[in-house]
């Protein structure tokens, strides 16, 4: 107070800062609350309370259909719901018979597949714009395990009957395995697991199999036979034949691929031309896809100009099965891979939807209701669902308004199956592989990632990078585990490589910032003040505490305290004979390290004590309350530190450290402004 008063302030300018509170005098101060830990026994009996408002808030949550159904309004959302469910509806049904044929099993899986699921997100999805089914990448990553089966037949004609039930069963088998393991997922909470996979590993993933996806469509655009691939660089060899056997295309799939290219292409130019004007978009895959049937039947395409077409439609339901999990043990590994992919896929599209139309995503819901899809439409003999790009794509183009979307589209694979589905036989696969291409401009789009991450963090483009390539060489699965830990490799450099800066003082603030970029930031004599910007664990701690060392050494001498001319002999032979005070103090700004680990904390107890002896005091500021916790836990303070020396902020532990110097220094002005 009396340096307070010294400064001629009036009373209205004086500053709120007047004395240098420890971090044990701002508890009292600000009459801190323990916060009591529960119990594994008491979380139990807290989690399993139960009341009336509790119970309705858990059946709103559990299904979701009793909180937005009974507000649905016909009016507002009808028109947009039944355009974009007839539309995706009969996408649905080549889309699911073409990836049930990248799974390598018979197409009706396909139509199966394309049903079920979305009965059961309609009553627990919580995204309006998702349209669940099959999805191309996982369909792919699942004919990867099942094309192992049909490697181990011996190829006799008679046993093909059997190696396809075999392929049945085991893309069955890694659905419900999937489905189990994302409901525990969800009883664990686990919805937080695609965290792990960052923006750049996701993008460049899916970039790369928006790539495998569109690769897979040039044999049914060009009626070039190509061979599918297992292994290394699949795509590549798809591509290859595809090149190789150019003069056996075909010129009538060609011809439809190029008119209903142009076609779907300018019709959505006149979409995004003309989308303030019309009411809900034009839906020209709908109109794409009748176009193409008629014209395939009338001109007779599959007869006279051998053009590819969807093929029979067997009628009638699956009845529900529970498969036995024979192979589980061995099926457990894709099985995972297929989980988390097909969520992280989903999670991310449903966040960019919700964000983008401004309604919440239940992340964990979503792994119900996911888990329930595969897990229960596995014993309808489906294989592993999630959100498809393209479809998704289309149902946001047309207007889809909510989750009631999903029932038309249901409702209409229903009546295919029963009643119609002969009549889309004649459809052309020319004309679904060229509406699951353009619907994938989207995917394609990120290459404009290259030019951003550049500019903002070329670290982060070499991961996107590296996922591209690891997903294009190897198969989905192990392309994606491979993104996965090079991305975390990246972590733990960006960690590992963190840097101390040495901070200073600007004049007229309690503002203290690095000195190699602030020119007016000056350091206090006898004082060095430390920043480490990231959590300290095993990998950098001893980086970390050797550059925290040397920077003391080095203001040791550079920056000693100034001891005042007036200083005599006499009060220096008399102050020896009490406790000599420090010749240098230690400040180290904690406020960036989020954890500091066993290994590193005792490393830290080391320096502290190491520099005590060399009469260099160690003060600690702006500690988040996990490390004073671990710093209390671990005995630091009691063992090493013999008073107070843990400060609410760097200002505080500065004014606290000058009283430890030899000799008063000139007052550091406390008029500052808050930074």
Request: charged letters at 15%; proline letters at 5%; glycine letters at 6%.
């Given at each position: 107070m009396d340096s307070v008063e010294r400064s001629g302030l009036p009373h209205h300018r004086q500053p709120y800062l007047t004395v240098a509170l420890d971090n044990a005098q701002l508890d009292v101060l600000g009459k801190r609350v323990e916060k009591k830990s529960l119990s594994v026994l008491e979380r139990v009996k807290t989690q399993c309370c139960c009341s009336g408002p509790r119970l309705k808030s858990f059946l709103l949550g559990f299904f979701p259909i009793l909180s937005w159904l009974p507000r649905y309004s016909i009016r507002e959302n009808a028109l947009g719901d039944l355009l974009s469910g007839v539309s995706v509806g009969i996408i649905q049904l080549p889309q699911g018979m073409a990836n049930a044929m990248l799974v390598g099993i018979p197409p009706v899986f396909g139509l199966y597949t394309s049903f079920y699921p979305l009965i059961i997100y309609f009553l627990f999805g919580t995204s309006r714009h998702l349209s669940i089914g099959t999805f191309?990448?996982?369909?792919?990553?699942?004919?990867?395990?099942?094309?192992?089966?049909?490697?181990?037949?011996?190829?006799?004609?008679?046993?093909?009957?059997?190696?396809?039930?075999?392929?049945?069963?085991?893309?069955?088998?890694?659905?419900?395995?999937?489905?189990?393991?994302?409901?525990?997922?969800?009883?664990?909470?686990?919805?937080?697991?695609?965290?792990?996979?960052?923006?750049?590993?996701?993008?460049?993933?899916?970039?790369?199999?928006?790539?495998?996806?569109a690769i897979l469509q040039l044999p049914l655009m060009t009626g070039i036979p190509a061979q599918r691939y297992t292994g290394l660089l699949p795509s590549a060899r798809v591509l290859r034949d595809v090149l190789l056997g150019v003069t056996s295309a075909v010129p009538g799939a060609l011809s439809v691929s190029a008119a209903a290219?142009?076609?779907?292409?300018?019709?959505?130019?006149?979409?995004?031309?003309?989308?303030?004007?019309?009411?809900?978009?034009?839906?020209?895959?709908?109109?794409?896809?009748?176009?193409?049937?008629?014209?395939?039947?009338?001109?007779?395409?599959?007869?006279?100009?051998?053009?590819?077409?969807?093929?029979?439609?067997?009628?009638?339901?699956?009845s529900p099965v529970l498969p036995s999990l024979s192979q589980a043990g061995e099926l457990f590994i894709p099985a995972l891979s297929v989980a988390l992919v097909g969520f992280s896929f989903h999670s991310a599209l449903g966040s960019v939807f919700a964000d983008k139309h401004g309604y919440r995503v239940d992340l964990r819901q979503e792994l119900l209701a996911l888990g329930l899809c595969n897990t229960i439409g596995g014993m309808f003999q489906c294989f592993s669902v999630s959100c498809s790009f393209s479809r998704s794509m289309v149902q946001d183009s047309i207007g889809v308004k909510s989750q009631m979307a999903g029932l038309v589209s249901a409702l209409m694979i229903l009546t295919i199956l029963l009643k119609i589905g002969h009549l889309f036989e004649q459809l052309p696969k020319a004309v679904l592989a060229v509406i699951i291409v353009v619907n994938l401009q989207g995917i394609f789009a990120q290459f404009k990632d290259v030019c951003v991450l550049w500019k903002s963090d070329r670290l982060d483009l070499l991961v996107?990078?590296?996922?591209?390539?690891?997903?294009?060489?190897?198969?989905?699965?192990?392309g994606l585990a491979v993104a996965v830990v090079f991305s975390l490799c990246t972590l733990l450099y960006r960690t590992k490589h963190s840097s101390t800066v040495v901070l200073g003082r600007i004049p007229g603030t309690d503002c203290y910032k690095d000195v190699g970029l602030y020119t007016e930031a000056k350091q206090v004599p006898g004082l060095t003040v430390i920043s480490c910007s990231s959590p300290i664990y095993f990998a950098n701690s001893e980086l970390v505490f050797t550059e925290i060392r040397q920077t003391v050494s080095r203001g040791q001498r550079e920056n000693p305290a100034r001891i005042h001319p007036t200083t005599s002999s006499s009060s220096s032979s008399s102050s020896s004979a009490q406790t000599s005070p420090h010749t240098h103090c230690l400040v180290l700004d904690f406020s960036s390290v989020g954890f500091i680990d066993s290994v590193a904390m005792t490393a830290l107890c080391k320096v502290i004590g190491d520099l005590e002896v060399q009469d260099v005091r160690v003060f600690?500021?702006?500690?988040?309350?996990?490390?004073?916790?671990?710093?209390?836990?671990?005995?630091?303070?009691?063992?090493?530190?013999?008073?107070?020396?843990?400060?609410?902020?760097?200002?505080?532990?500065?004014?606290?450290?000058?009283?430890?110097?030899?000799?008063?220094?000139?007052?550091?002005?406390?008029?500052?402004?808050?930074?």
């Open positions: 191309a990448v996982l369909a792919i990553m699942i004919g990867s395990v099942t094309a192992n089966v049909e490697l181990l037949s011996n190829g006799d004609e008679e046993s093909q009957i059997d190696v396809e039930a075999a392929k049945v069963n085991v893309a069955v088998q890694i659905s419900i395995l999937c489905g189990l393991i994302q409901l525990l997922l969800y009883l664990l909470h686990g919805d937080g697991v695609c965290r792990w996979l960052s923006d750049p590993v996701i993008r460049g993933y899916t970039t790369a199999a928006g790539l495998h996806v290219m142009v076609i779907l292409i300018t019709g959505k130019m006149l979409n995004e031309r003309f989308k303030n004007k019309l009411p809900v978009a034009i839906p020209w895959e709908l109109i794409l896809i009748v176009l193409g049937t008629i014209l395939s039947v009338q001109m007779d395409l599959a007869g006279q100009h051998r053009v590819q077409v969807v093929g029979h439609i067997p009628s009638g339901m699956s996107w990078v590296a996922s591209l390539i690891s997903t294009l060489i190897f198969n989905l699965d192990l600690l500021a702006a500690c988040p309350e996990r490390v004073l916790s671990q710093l209390h836990s671990q005995g630091c303070i009691v063992d090493s530190i013999l008073s107070p020396c843990l400060f609410p902020s760097v200002h505080h532990a500065v004014q606290r450290s000058l009283g430890t110097l030899p000799t008063p220094l000139e007052e550091i002005n406390p008029d500052a402004s808050e930074c």
